[in-house]
C-alpha cells in the first residue's frame, strides 16, 4: 500500500469504492500521507476540523477526557477506516481526540478544498455524502450495540 | 426462501429415554477460576464407567446434588477423553453452588447431548469462529480441534468480543493460539480501561478487515442473541452464504431430549435439534420477537 499512488489507493479502497476517476484524481490532489508515533495525537477535541484521514496502517484511539473517570477510548479504528467527519459538518470542530496506538500511516485529505468542491459540484458532493453517511451509519448502529452493553451479566 | 426445519432425531447416542434422564457421577478434578465471574469446572466419571465421547459445541447437563441441574456447554479439549471440562459464569444457585464444588466432590451428569459444529464441513476452507463474551467457551472444543488438524483447513481466524479486558476469556490460550499456532485472533472490549491497547468496540466492527475469503469460508458464531444478529448481518454483507453461517442458541432446558419443551425454538427444540443450527435453517425465526 505504501508504494502506491495515492489514487490507486482510494481506487482500491472500499470506502471509496465506485467513485468516478474525475473525483478520486480531485481527491488524491486534495492528500497527502503522514505518519504518526504511537501516542501521537492526530487531532485533539475542539481543534478545528480541516482534514479527514485514511488509515492506511495502524490503529488509532478516539477517546474523550471524562472528569473524574480519565481519559475513555470510545473507539478504535484500523486500516481501511475512515477517521472523522466534523470537518463536514458546521462548525468543523473536533468532538473527540485521536491517537495513534501503534505505528500508523493515513492519507490526510485537505477537508477545506474537498468542502468547497462539494458546494461547487452537488453530483460530486453527494457521493462523499453517501460515502460518509455509509461510515456514520455503520458506527451509529456500533455505538447503539455498545450501549445495549449486551455482555453484561444478567439474572433469568 | 427458507424453510422450516425438518428432519429430527431423538435421544442420538442414548439407548431409551431413561438412560438419558439418568446422571451419571462424576468426580471434580479441578475448579479454575477464568475471570472475575467465570470458573473452568474439570470432572472425570466416577465409579470407573468409559467417559463418552463428544463433539464440540454439544453440552451436558450438571447436577449439583440437592441444588439443582443446569445445561452447560463443554469447553475442553476433545482430545482429552477421559474427562469434561466445562466454562460458565457465576449467574445463579447452581452455578454458584457448582463453583463452591472443591476437588474430589461429586455431581451428576447427563449427555452429551445436541448438535455440534460442523468442523468436517469445514475442510479445504477458511474457518471464522465469531465469539462474544462467554460464547467463547462452546467455540473453544472446535478451535482446538481445528488447530488439532490445523493442514486440513485454510486460514483460520477467531473474533472475540468481551465486555471489558477484565472479562478476557482464556487470556494464555489466546495467545497461544496466535502465536504458536498461525490463528488470526482479534479481541475487541466494548468498555475500555486505561491499560488496554487494544480494540474498542463491538466484535461485527472487527469483520470488515479480518484476512478470509468469504466465499471459502465458513462461520461458528456464539454469543448473546442480539450479538449473533449483528454478525449475521455483517457476515452477509460480507458475501458469506447463510448456509455457511452456524450459530448456538440458548433457551432454557429441562430434560435436554425434547419431551418437556422448554427449549422449544419454532419447530425445533434446542436441546436436540439445537444447540448448533445453521442460519438457513433458522433464518425465518430469528428475529422473530415472539421466539
Known amino acids: 500500500m505504501e508504494n502506491q499512488t495515492i489514487e490507486v489507493v482510494l481506487s482500491e479502497c472500499a470506502a471509496f469504492k465506485g467513485l468516478a476517476p474525475s473525483s478520486l484524481k480531485y481527491l488524491a490532489d486534495c492528500a497527502s500521507r503522514l505518519s504518526f508515533a504511537p501516542d501521537a495525537f492526530i487531532f485533539r477535541e475542539g481543534e478545528k476540523a480541516n482534514r479527514f484521514y485514511l488509515i492506511e496502517e495502524g490503529m488509532v484511539s478516539l477517546e474523550l477526557s471524562v472528569a473524574g473517570r480519565g481519559v475513555m477510548t470510545i ?25 495513534a496506538l501503534e505505528p500508523t500511516r493515513a492519507i490526510a485529505f485537505d477537508a477545506a ?44 | 426462501m427458507n424453510k422450516a426445519p425438518d428432519g429430527i432425531s431423538i435421544l442420538a447416542g442414548h439407548e431409551s429415554a431413561g438412560d438419558a434422564m439418568t446422571p451419571n457421577p462424576y468426580r471434580i478434578r479441578r475448579v479454575a477460576k477464568d475471570t472475575h465471574d467465570t470458573f473452568t469446572i474439570e470432572i472425570e466419571p466416577a465409579n470407573g464407567f468409559q467417559n463418552p465421547s463428544y463433539h464440540p459445541g454439544q453440552f451436558n447437563m ?13 469447553s475442553g479439549d476433545p482430545g482429552e477423553s477421559d474427562r469434561f471440562s466445562h466454562t460458565t459464569r457465576v449467574a445463579g444457585t447452581v452455578t454458584r453452588a457448582l463453583h463452591n464444588l472443591k476437588r ?83 479481541i475487541t472490549v466494548d468498555r475500555s480501561t486505561k491499560d488496554w491497547r487494544g480494540h474498542v468496540g463491538v466484535v461485527t466492527t472487527l469483520l470488515s478487515g479480518a ?25 452477509l454483507k ?26 422449544q425454538y419454532g419447530p425445533a427444540f434446542i436441546c436436540k435439534d439445537g444447540p448448533v443450527f445453521s442460519y438457513e435453517r433458522i433464518a425465518w425465526l430469528f428475529s422473530k420477537r415472539e421466539i
Request: glycine share 8%; hydrophobic share 45%; aromatic share 12%.
Open chain 1, 75 to 99: 473507539q478504535t479504528l484500523k486500516k481501511g477506516d475512515l477517521l472523522g467527519w466534523s470537518w463536514f459538518d458546521a462548525p468543523y470542530q473536533w468532538h473527540f481526540d485521536a491517537k
Open chain 2, 238 to 263: 460480507r458475501g458469506m452464504p447463510s448456509e455457511k453461517i452456524f450459530l448456538s442458541l440458548e433457551r432454557n432446558m429441562k430434560c435436554a431430549v425434547g419431551f418437556c419443551g422448554h427449549c
Open chain 2, 211 to 235: 484476512p478470509f475469503d468469504s466465499s471459502q469460508a465458513m462461520a461458528f458464531v456464539c454469543g448473546p442473541e442480539i450479538m449473533m444478529r449483528f454478525t449475521v448481518m455483517a457476515l
Open chain 2, 104 to 186: 474430589g466432590e461429586m455431581l451428576g451428569v447427563r449427555g452429551p447431548f445436541g448438535s455440534h459444529w460442523p468442523i468436517e464441513q469445514a475442510r479445504g476452507k477458511d474457518v471464522v469462529l465469531v465469539a462474544g463474551g462467554i460464547g467463547l467457551a462452546p467455540l473453544r472444543p472446535a478451535l482446538l480441534q481445528l488447530i488439532c488438524e490445523r493442514d486440513r483447513y485454510r486460514q483460520i481466524v477467531l473474533l472475540y468480543g468481551a465486555r471489558t479486558p477484565q472479562d478476557i476469556l482464556y487470556l494464555k490460550d489466546l495467545e497461544k493460539w496466535k502465536t504458536r499456532y498461525g490463528i488470526d485472533v482479534y
Open chain 2, 62 to 74: 450438571l447436577y449439583v446434588f440437592g441444588t439443582g441441574e443446569i445445561p452447560i456447554s463443554i
Open chain 1, 113 to 156: 478544498a474537498i468542502r468547497a468542491r462539494c458546494e461547487e459540484d452537488h453530483a460530486f458532493g453527494y457521493e462523499i455524502l453517501k460515502r460518509f453517511v455509509h461510515v456514520m451509519a455503520e458506527r451509529l448502529q456500533a455505538a447503539r450495540l455498545q450501549l445495549l452493553d449486551v455482555y453484561k451479566p444478567h439474572t433469568l
